[in-house]
């Protein structure tokens, strides 16, 4: 029984930008972008949201840089040691990003920090994942590669390359697991497919970075199909899946893996299985900006 490794790779360019994996569904909800402007009033007293957005080129007590001069609430009176949320921007915070906090020095606001902002040419934040986020570098294989396109023979499987538009997949050295798919265990069935998978995932998960956090995985159905020879060893099997982490920096990561079980009459007969997993993750959302 032989086992093989693959490495997923992404396009050295074109990928971020062009993804947008990690917004929210809700749409109508998505603040404006930072560089939007509105000529309502806002709340005096540094009561946040409670009047909406402030004329830009006046200052206005509500936590924002409502004049754009860099600095948040300038002449609004405070008593030492107060603190308020902030946001180093005329509107509040764009879809994910997250609002900072200030203290007052003596009567002044001070400093606002750890807000984020959008990264550079994008008008959100990839902080918050919301209920459904999409797997695109999945997606887009599953959708590349239907059972038709499938290898179907111990050949074509040691041949198989799968690609499809900024996303391919290379051959590494890397190998793991145990014997899942042979004559001796029963051959191809749906639950040595999951348990290959599982293999295939738990090789990914190993290379996701220290301090960096599994956010969502998406599976897709195995399939099973029977290729005809002499029970058990009668068929092959295969299973998608990816997972998103977030890094520390807060930017957003998917990784593929796929798994493989064969067990066929051949030519040539016997069993095989590959385990294909990324270690080159496809960048999703960029790390947000943090003003220091």
């Keep these: 029984m032989k086992r093989l490794g693959l490495l997923l790779l992404g396009a050295a360019s074109g990928l971020v930008g062009s993804v947008q994996a990690c917004a929210s569904d809700s749409g109508d909800d998505a603040a404006p972008a930072a560089t939007a402007t509105s000529t309502s009033t806002g709340s005096d007293g540094g009561n946040m949201g409670a009047g ?23 002449d609004c009176a405070c008593s030492a040691g107060e603190t308020q949320q902030c946001y180093p921007s005329n509107v509040p915070p764009p879809e994910g990003c997250e609002w900072g906090q ?48 499938m290898p179907k023979t111990w050949p074509d499987i040691e041949a198989f390359m799968p690609q499809t538009g900024d996303y391919s997949i290379q051959w590494t050295q890397a190998n793991s697991g145990n014997e899942i798919i042979d004559v001796t265990n029963g051959g191809i069935v749906a639950a040595n497919i999951e348990a290959g998978r599982a293999l295939a995932r738990q090789a990914a998960e190993m ?8 956010v969502a995985t998406k599976e897709d159905p195995v399939i099973v199909e029977v290729l005809g020879g002499t029970a058990p060893c009668d068929g092959m099997g295969w299973g998608w899946g990816s997972f998103l982490y977030q ?46």
Excluded: M
């Design 52 to 74: 909406g957005f402030s004329n830009p080129n006046e200052e206005v007590c509500d936590g924002l840089d409502n004049d754009q001069n860099d600095v948040i609430d300038d």
């Design 102 to 149: 200030q203290t007052c020095e003596g009567t002044s606001w001070g400093a606002c920090t750890g807000a984020s902002l959008p990264p550079a040419g994008e008008e959100a934040c990839c902080t918050k994942l919301g209920d459904t986020p999409t797997h695109t570098a999945l997606d887009a294989f599953v959708a590349a590669y239907p059972s038709a396109n």
């Design 207 to 214: 290379t996701v970075p220290a301090g960096a956090t599994i």
């Design 247 to 292: 890094a520390s920096d807060d930017a957003v990561f998917e990784i593929v893996y796929l798994y493989i079980g064969y067990c066929a009459a051949g030519p040539p007969s016997g069993d095989i299985e590959a385990y294909y997993y990324s270690y080159s993750p496809v960048e999703v959302c960029k790390a947000p900006q943090i003003p220091r």
